[in-house]
């Protein structure tokens, strides 16, 4: 059977060369590269559905660790999803493996490459009728016959199947499921309910696969496996949650296809990210000073635990050196909760305990010396001095700026003269209340839009665009979208923004000739770090801190350790 482990994302990327980032495509995005395949390539597409198949049945052999005598249920509509799912069986009985095929229709209502594999499948039933049986559902009400005493698998308290492979609907899907479809959707719900896994094939039956937005009943998956690349609703929540771990396919479409169907979505790949950090690494002969100093300017009265988070997130990134600088009367407690490799410095502040605009001078000074400014953690936004502060530092900085929490609340609505350059670049790290007072939205706009919200406002503003929450979206100044896949609901807690504030801040200095690829690792790393520590100690307790406990493990599993072993002197 499955898995048990906590396992929040997975992807097994079976494309031949390597991927800077995987491009997410609409159904018509994907409709015009099967089409050019063939058109230019020669590649027919019965071939396209035969490497769909042996894709979907690797995967699920993968996952149930074998085949031979296991026993399978295969829910097929009449399109091509049901012919990929028809192919699908036809290699599951291959590899000895007992298949009851339920078709939603009439064979003779088949058409085309769907149709061809169909008879195939019909071929093997008459043949082999007790090893591979194939029943036909013209109506709901006979869907419920068949789906009673005639498959002795399907009762959830009765013969267990070892999965269920759902083929009902492909990318076309615009309207809910109903009638019978609704039906075959409940059943399979049913029958997971009962432990039966379900794999979903190229996108859960019920959604649409261009929006995000739930629009029916649909079919919870815990494995789905997609084809050539994914679609948005397997990337963006709420949609994507319905389809469990992710498995993205290449069935022979080459690459150039993919990059030139005009897609501005991208799914962040774990390639990406290895390859990011091996970039970045420290030579054998580095110092402290070579591999990035950072400012954090954070915390307030009150406040000094955003201060201490965003230092820790910086440090453990593994960049050379850490300055908090804060609120002179927070001095002290940072201080004394910090780490000791951190520095601290006191700024000049208002009554309230906040930083205050006569600070201004000594930031920019501090600034000048670091490779990067972070502001914005526990920093206090009520007083008119305090964001007078934000704005003079933003204004005045030579460095590259993450800015966050009360660094963007000091700057909301945000003001059309702010805005980044290749030279200064600006990195907002939002949740989305505060991207709803940065751009004059409302908070659900927000959280229903987010991908179209951070593009707009990041291509207007030439800034890069961290929209935190589930699958945190990070949008790029040339309009390009990245869709975040690790994280988990256990890091809805505070002071996680805070660690990603430093985390982004440490990897810029460490290679700040390429702000996006270090906000882009930054962003995942940090939700690495979440899910190991989510299997560690569940999604209930975990706190920001445990996020940073886990951030060396996050940067061991995402291949950002030497490769070659540290040098030792021996002797015999």
Same mark, same amino acid.
């Given at each position: 059977?499955?898995?048990?482990?906590?396992?929040?994302?997975?992807?097994?990327?079976?494309?031949?060369?390597? &991927?800077? &980032?995987?491009?997410?495509?609409?159904?018509?995005?994907?409709?015009?590269?099967?089409?050019?395949?063939?058109?230019?390539?020669?590649?027919?597409?019965?071939?396209?559905?035969?490497?769909?198949?042996?894709?979907?049945?690797?995967?699920?052999?993968?996952?149930?660790?074998?085949?031979?005598?296991?026993?399978?249920?295969?829910?097929?509509?009449?399109?091509?999803?049901?012919?990929?799912?028809?192919? *699908? *069986?036809?290699?599951?009985?291959?590899?000895?493996?007992?298949?009851?095929?339920?078709?939603?229709?009439?064979?003779? %209502?088949?058409?085309?490459?769907? &149709?061809? $594999?169909?008879?195939?499948?019909?071929?093997?039933?008459?043949?082999?009728? %007790?090893?591979?049986?194939?029943?036909?559902? &013209?109506?709901?009400?006979?869907?419920?016959?068949?789906?009673? +005493?005639?498959?002795?698998?399907?009762?959830?308290?009765?013969?267990?199947?070892?999965?269920?492979?759902?083929?009902?609907?492909?990318?076309?899907?615009?309207?809910?499921?109903?009638?019978?479809?609704?039906?075959?959707?409940?059943?399979?719900?049913?029958?997971?309910?009962?432990?039966?896994?379900?794999?979903?094939?190229?996108?859960?039956?019920?959604?649409?696969?261009?929006?995000?937005?739930?629009?029916?009943?649909?079919?919870?998956?815990?494995?789905?496996?997609?084809?050539?690349?994914?679609?948005?609703? #397997?990337?963006?929540?709420?949609?994507?949650?319905?389809?469990?771990?992710?498995?993205?396919?290449?069935?022979?479409?080459?690459?150039?296809?993919? #990059?030139?169907?005009?897609?501005?979505? $991208?799914?962040?790949? +774990?390639?990406?990210?290895?390859?990011?950090?091996?970039?970045?690494?420290?030579?054998?002969?580095?110092?402290?000073?070579?591999?990035?100093?950072?400012?954090?300017?954070?915390?307030?009265?009150?406040?000094?635990?955003?201060?201490?988070?965003?230092?820790?997130?910086?440090?453990?990134?593994?960049?050379?050196?850490?300055?908090?600088?804060?609120?002179?009367?927070?001095?002290?407690?940072? *201080?004394?909760?910090?780490?000791?490799?951190?520095?601290?410095?006191?700024?000049?502040?208002?009554?309230?305990?906040?930083?205050?605009? %006569?600070?201004?001078?000594?930031?920019?000074?501090?600034? $000048?010396?670091?490779?990067?400014?972070?502001?914005?953690?526990?920093?206090?936004?009520?007083?008119?001095?305090?964001?007078?502060?934000?704005?003079?530092?933003?204004?005045?900085?030579?460095?590259?700026?993450?800015?966050?929490?009360?660094?963007?609340?000091?700057?909301?609505?945000?003001?059309?003269?702010?805005?980044?350059?290749?030279?200064?670049?600006?990195?907002?790290?939002?949740?989305?209340?505060?991207?709803?007072?940065?751009?004059?939205?409302?908070?659900?706009?927000?959280?229903?839009?987010?991908?179209?919200?951070?593009?707009?406002?990041?291509?207007?503003?030439?800034?890069?665009?961290?929209?935190?929450?589930?699958?945190?979206?990070?949008?790029?100044?040339?309009?390009?979208?990245?869709?975040?896949?690790?994280?988990?609901?256990?890091?809805?807690?505070?002071?996680?923004?805070?660690?990603?504030?430093?985390?982004?801040?440490?990897?810029?200095?460490?290679?700040?000739?390429?702000?996006?690829?270090?906000?882009?690792?930054?962003?995942?790393?940090?939700?690495?770090?979440?899910?190991?520590?989510?299997?560690?100690?569940?999604?209930?307790?975990?706190?920001?801190?445990?996020?940073?406990?886990?951030?060396?493990?996050?940067?061991?599993?995402?291949?950002?350790?030497?490769?070659?072993?540290?040098?030792?002197?021996?002797?015999?």
């Amino acid at each position: 059977m499955f898995d048990s482990s906590l396992s929040l994302t997975l992807y097994s990327l079976s494309r031949l060369s390597y &991927h800077r &980032h995987v491009k997410v495509l609409t159904s018509a995005q994907m409709r015009e590269v099967d089409r050019l395949t063939t058109e230019r390539y020669g590649i027919p597409g019965l071939q396209l559905m035969e490497n769909a198949a042996i894709a979907v049945v690797d995967s699920i052999e993968k996952r149930l660790g074998g085949l031979q005598g296991k026993r399978g249920i295969v829910l097929c509509g009449k399109g091509n999803n049901g012919g990929d799912g028809a192919a *699908a *069986a036809r290699h599951l009985h291959l590899r000895g493996a007992r298949i009851d095929l339920i078709l939603l229709g009439k064979l003779e %209502d088949t058409r085309g490459d769907a &149709h061809r $594999n169909f008879e195939l499948v019909q071929a093997i039933s008459s043949e082999q009728g %007790d090893r591979f049986i194939l029943v036909e559902a &013209h109506g709901d009400q006979e869907f419920g016959r068949i789906a009673g +005493p005639e498959l002795p698998g399907d009762k959830p308290d009765g013969v267990n199947y070892d999965f269920a492979l759902d083929a009902i609907f492909g990318t076309g899907l615009a309207r809910p499921a109903s009638g019978l479809f609704e039906r075959a959707i409940d059943f399979l719900m049913k029958l997971r309910s009962a432990g039966t896994p379900v794999i979903a094939v190229d996108i859960p039956s019920g959604l649409a696969s261009d929006s995000s937005d739930l629009i029916g009943p649909a079919v919870q998956a815990d494995l789905t496996v997609t084809f050539t690349a994914p679609k948005p609703a #397997n990337v963006l929540p709420p949609a994507c949650h319905c389809g469990g771990d992710l498995v993205v396919s290449s069935i022979g479409s080459p690459d150039d296809l993919i #990059n030139e169907a005009g897609s501005g979505l $991208n799914l962040v790949d +774990p390639q990406m990210i290895r390859a990011w950090l091996s970039r970045s690494r420290r030579g054998p002969d580095a110092n402290k000073g070579d591999v990035g100093k950072v400012l954090i300017v954070a915390g307030s009265r009150g406040k000094t635990g955003a201060a201490c988070l965003s230092g820790l997130g910086a440090l453990r990134s593994g960049t050379g050196l850490v300055t908090v600088a804060t609120a002179a009367s927070s001095q002290p407690v940072v *201080a004394s909760q910090l780490a000791v490799e951190c520095m601290t410095e006191p700024l000049r502040e208002t009554e309230s305990g906040s930083v205050s605009l %006569d600070a201004l001078g000594s930031v920019i000074e501090l600034a $000048n010396q670091r490779d990067v400014l972070a502001i914005g953690p526990g920093l206090g936004a009520s007083s008119d001095s305090t964001r007078e502060f934000v704005r003079g530092v933003v204004l005045n900085r030579s460095v590259p700026a993450v800015l966050d929490a009360d660094g963007l609340n000091s700057l909301a609505p945000w003001d059309k003269s702010l805005k980044g350059t290749p030279d200064l670049p600006m990195i907002l790290t939002p949740h989305p209340g505060e991207m709803a007072r940065l751009a004059g939205e409302t908070i659900p706009h927000v959280v229903s839009r987010r991908v179209e919200i951070a593009r707009r406002f990041a291509v207007q503003h030439s800034v890069i665009v961290v929209l935190k929450g589930s699958r945190t979206t990070i949008a790029a100044t040339d309009g390009q979208v990245y869709i975040n896949p690790t994280g988990n609901s256990g890091m809805a807690t505070g002071g996680t923004g805070d660690v990603l504030t430093g985390i982004v801040a440490g990897l810029l200095a460490q290679k700040p000739d390429d702000p996006l690829g270090a906000t882009i690792a930054a962003v995942y790393i940090h939700g690495l770090a979440g899910d190991i520590a989510a299997r560690r100690l569940g999604t209930r307790a975990m706190i920001a801190s445990d996020i940073i406990a886990a951030l060396g493990e996050a940067f061991i599993q995402a291949g950002g350790e030497q490769e070659r072993p540290i040098q030792r002197y021996l002797t015999r």
